[in-house]
């Protein structure tokens, strides 16, 4: 399980990447991109998302 970032919605404003305990997220072309391999699915990156983009599956 991993998180997931829905490209439509996110806005790119780093908060989430910022606050992975893992650094499991980098912004590439605007866009969180999250690595599932680092992914532990903490939950912190949803709780931080101000857009509601980010959701774990
Ligand atoms: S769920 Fe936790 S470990 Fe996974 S990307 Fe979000 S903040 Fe990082
Ligand atoms: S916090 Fe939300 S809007 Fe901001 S980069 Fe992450 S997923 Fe995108």
């Known amino acids: 399980m991993a998180s997931v970032v ?3 919605v996110c806005v790119g404003c780093g908060a989430c990447a910022a606050t992975c305990p893992v650094e499991a997220i980098t912004i590439k072309n605007g ?3 999250v690595d599932p391999n680092k992914c532990i699915s903490c939950g912190a990156c949803v709780a931080t998302c101000p857009v509601g983009a980010i959701k774990l599956k």
Do not use: G, R
């Open 31 to 33: 866009v969180a991109v």
């Open 6 to 8: 829905d490209k439509k």
